[in-house]
């Protein structure tokens, strides 16, 4: 028999549908409250929807500029000034993407050589490691402890070689909520310049934190912003998941390079979609400033109804995600089988916390929920719980 070309990537790391998405496909067939994706059931703002609407009817409908109309681009460099800090952004320094995934994968592929090596904290979201797997690239993980939200600096410093081209650096972080700290955030800096390598930052739960804490963009700190790739989309702050458009901020010498990628990848975002994105950046502060709140509400009731049932979980300080761990319930089953157990007996689904990490036999006592839901969903599903039978 024939053996036809293959990735070898896809073999090694056992690649296919990815476990997120394989859950919410199962809790649509078990009819389980579904926890397991970071999408929101609830609907996109009015005003962003009415924009994409009209944007369709007056003819927008052709393609546009690969790497982003100017409108968006000027609004995206806009936001960056006002809210984190980056006030010498050139639009034409900005390339929209088909989401932060996209913008991130391109991104990779623009500094990356096979055998290279790509620092993360785990656990991580479940596409950056294929994303670097693929590309022939090395993964290196550095444990963020879920309980105390903290990571070993040493652990750190040695996880960068002389073979880092990139770090991956997701804040507000998916999925322990983990927020980094100026003091760590100067740390990487100072690592990154250190080794040289290049930070690429996923910020896209940027306006999800609570109990005051504070967002940093790494690539405001002094020295960072040519080094640093500050990556984000609509699909968190405007519970618009679907539409993917994202974007990229480049340092300048690296742009034109990005473009290129993004070009022969995707060719680019959809044009009526990139016009209701102006709408959505143009939004008052008075938006922004209620997300905090909003999410919180439904954090705070998610973590009671997981304590309540037998969880440990600390209190995320930003994304919309909890890491439990579920030892105190059933301390035989590992993180498969747990998260199996509660899809089809008590209809709740979650993922396993296994899938976040790297390193092998981690996150087998732990599971993750999603809380951008209705009221009304998580009440539903923590009632669901409260039937679970270890």
């Known amino acids: 028999m024939t053996t036809l070309p293959l990735n070898n990537a896809l073999h090694e790391w056992n690649l296919g549908e990815t476990v997120i998405?394989?859950?919410?496909?199962?809790?649509?067939e078990h009819g389980a409250v579904n926890l397991s994706q970071g999408f929101a059931?609830?609907?996109?703002?009015?005003?962003?929807?009415?924009?994409?609407?009209?944007?369709?009817?007056?003819?927008?409908?052709?393609y546009s500029y690969t790497?982003?109309?100017?409108?968006?681009?000027?609004?995206?460099?806009?936001?960056?000034?006002?809210?984190?800090?980056?006030?010498?952004?050139?639009?034409?320094?900005?390339?929209?993407?088909?989401?932060?995934?996209?913008?991130?994968?391109?991104?990779?592929?623009?500094v990356g050589n096979p055998g290279d090596e790509v620092v993360f904290f785990e656990p991580f979201h479940e596409a950056y490691v294929p994303q670097v797997a693929v590309l022939g690239l090395q993964p290196r993980a550095v444990a963020i402890d879920t309980a105390t939200m903290t990571f070993d600096i040493d652990a750190l410093d040695a996880a960068c070689t002389d073979r880092t081209v990139a770090m991956v650096l997701n804040t507000p972080h998916n999925p322990s909520g983990k927020v980094f700290t100026a003091e760590e955030l100067q740390h990487i800096a100072d690592l990154?310049?250190?080794?040289?390598?290049?930070?690429?930052?996923?910020e896209i739960y940027e306006h999800i934190r609570y109990d005051e804490v504070q967002h940093i963009s790494i690539a405001s700190l002094p020295g960072m912003r040519e080094r640093?790739?500050?990556?984000?989309?609509?699909?968190?702050?405007?519970?618009?998941?679907?539409?993917?458009?994202?974007?990229?901020i480049c340092p300048p010498e690296y742009t034109r390079y990005v473009r290129a990628i993004h070009d022969i990848t995707v060719v680019q975002a959809p044009t009526p979609l990139q016009i209701a994105g102006v709408a959505a950046l143009n939004m008052?502060?008075?938006?922004?400033d209620g997300l905090p709140g909003f999410y919180q509400e439904r954090r705070d009731l998610l973590i009671a109804g997981l304590r309540e049932v037998g969880f440990t979980c600390a209190a995320p300080a930003g994304s919309y995600y909890v890491m439990a761990d579920f030892t105190g319930i059933d301390p035989n089953?590992?993180?498969?089988?747990?998260?199996?157990?509660?899809?089809?007996?008590?209809k709740v689904a979650c993922v396993p916390g296994s899938n976040f990490y790297l390193t092998p036999?981690?996150?087998?006592?732990?599971?993750?929920?999603?809380?951008?839901?209705?009221?009304?969903?998580?009440?539903?599903?923590?009632a669901n719980l409260r039937t679970f039978k270890p």
């Open 21 to 28: 998405r394989k859950m919410t496909r199962l809790a649509n």
């Open 41 to 62: 059931d609830f609907d996109t703002p009015e005003v962003i929807k009415e924009a994409a609407r009209k944007a369709i009817g007056d003819g927008n409908n052709q």
């Open 67 to 110: 790497y982003g109309i100017p409108p968006l681009r000027e609004a995206i460099a806009r936001r960056a000034a006002a809210f984190n800090g980056l006030d010498d952004i050139d639009p034409e320094d900005i390339v929209v993407t088909l989401g932060a995934t996209e913008a991130i994968m391109s991104v990779l592929k623009t």
């Open 192 to 202: 990154a310049k250190r080794r040289n390598f290049v930070v690429i930052t996923d």
């Open 228 to 248: 640093t790739f500050t990556c984000n989309a609509m699909s968190k702050t405007y519970a618009a998941t679907g539409w993917r458009i994202g974007w990229t």
């Open 284 to 288: 008052p502060d008075e938006y922004y």
């Open 333 to 346: 089953s590992n993180s498969t089988e747990f998260a199996m157990r509660l899809l089809t007996e008590a």
């Open 361 to 382: 036999g981690m996150g087998e006592n732990e599971v993750r929920f999603a809380f951008c839901k209705r009221i009304e969903t998580l009440q539903a599903a923590v």
